[in-house]
């Protein structure tokens, strides 16, 4: 495809339940980032892929989060026990590489989460 | 650690106003500068950049220069159009670090009225 893309655009999940996010980067991308976006926080860098392997995983919360990328392609993060706090807009984006941080970061139209 | 603080919104303007969005950082080192913009209903898009100090990130008629000297990179447009309407977050990525993330800050919300 020609850009980043995510899937499902929206979820709604009952407080306690697991939930997966999935991104399709751009192809050919090494690096894949995750961020949410909420509206007291701001936007967050969650994790960073390059390749299959997460060299920084500083952002996520808690460790009811997490992540895997797979083939050097597609990323799911997953919720396991979903809280209210964790409703926000879970963006992702990808880079043609990540030496240096000049290189531009495209991103997916996200994914609304609401925990119930 | 890094942060971006930018002008807080709403700014309402009326069309072909000039426009500031104020942003500045705190980095270690010598950071690239960004500034991407979220359009009603779209996801994030690169606006412009600048690598380095004295750069002049230019695109659709909106400039920022990379101000070492105030640590800014403050974000204009001469003109502004209605179809400008949208939330614009200045963002920040450091360099040498290893640190690959962007660190946003918290966006300003423009609205351009005819």
């Known amino acids: 495809g020609a850009g980043v893309s995510q899937s499902p655009s929206n979820k709604v999940t009952e407080k306690g339940k697991d939930v997966e996010l999935r991104c399709d980067p751009i192809?050919?991308?090494?690096?894949l980032y995750w961020y949410r976006q909420s509206l007291g926080q701001g936007l967050e860098f969650l994790i960073y892929?390059?390749?299959?392997?997460?060299?920084?995983k500083s952002g996520l919360p808690s460790d009811r989060f997490s992540a895997e990328r797979t083939g050097g392609s597609v990323s799911t993060l997953t919720i396991q026990r979903t809280q209210q706090e964790d409703s926000a807009v879970y963006l992702c984006?990808?880079?043609?590489?990540?030496?240096?941080?000049?290189?531009?970061?495209?991103f997916g139209p996200g994914t609304r989460l609401t925990v119930l | 650690g890094d942060s971006v603080t930018q002008m807080e919104g709403p700014v309402t303007l009326s069309e072909e106003a000039f426009l500031t969005i104020n942003c500045t950082y705190t980095?270690?080192?010598?950071?690239?500068l960004f500034w991407y913009v979220q359009y009603p209903g779209e996801g994030l898009q690169l606006l412009l950049k600048?690598?380095?100090?004295?750069d002049k990130g230019s695109n659709k008629g909106f400039e920022a220069t990379y101000r070492k000297e105030t640590t800014s990179f403050h974000l204009e447009k001469g003109s502004v159009q209605v179809s400008d309407s949208a939330v614009y977050f200045c963002?920040?990525?450091?360099?040498?670090?290893?640190?690959?993330?962007?660190?946003f800050g918290s966006g300003t919300r423009l609205q351009v009225q005819p």
């Open positions: 980095a270690t080192g010598y950071p690239s």
């Open positions: 984006a990808s880079s043609f590489q990540g030496a240096g941080g000049q290189v531009e970061q495209f």
């Open positions: 963002a920040l990525a450091a360099q040498g670090t290893g640190r690959r993330a962007l660190t």
């Open positions: 192809s050919g991308h090494t690096a």
């Open positions: 600048a690598t380095k100090a004295d």
């Open positions: 892929f390059q390749g299959n392997s997460a060299p920084d």
